[in-house]
Every structure is written in structure tokens, then in C-alpha cells.
């Protein structure tokens, strides 16, 4: 199985802004926890230790949003 590019700098950081074709990209290679991850991140906003902190208590799901 051959490695997967990921779209990196040439210092291999992420951008800090991606645009939503790089999102859906790294978002197609992931599956399992860490989709659900990186989704989170990219489509709430979050930071990595407050997604990793979520709990169900924290989601309001009837309005589709993250409590404080």
C-alpha cells in the first residue's frame, strides 16, 4: 500500500486556513473516531482538547450545537 500525500507546507505543518476541497480531502482518508474528530474541528470550530473533552452532555441536539 503506498503512502497518502497529505496537503502540507513544505515544513510539513498544516495551513491554518484550508479550503472546503482539502477539508473533504483529509476528511475521505479518515474514518472512525478520527473522522468524527477532525469534523468537529473543522465544522465547529473546535480545538483539539476541548473535541477530545466533549462529552453528550455538551451537545444540544435539538439546535445542532455545542454548549459551553
Avoid: Y
Avoid at 491554518?16 to 482518508?29: D, F, G, N, P, Y
Amino acid at each position: 500500500m503506498q503512502a497518502k500525500s497529505w496537503p502540507c507546507n513544505l515544513h510539513g505543518q498544516f495551513p491554518v486556513v484550508i479550503i472546503r476541497k482539502e477539508v473533504k480531502t483529509v476528511l475521505s482518508r479518515l474514518s472512525g473516531d478520527m473522522w468524527l474528530v477532525v469534523s468537529l474541528m473543522c465544522g465547529a470550530g473546535l480545538r483539539l482538547m476541548k473535541c477530545l473533552q466533549l462529552r453528550v452532555q455538551g451537545i444540544d441536539f435539538s439546535a445542532n450545537q455545542v454548549k459551553e
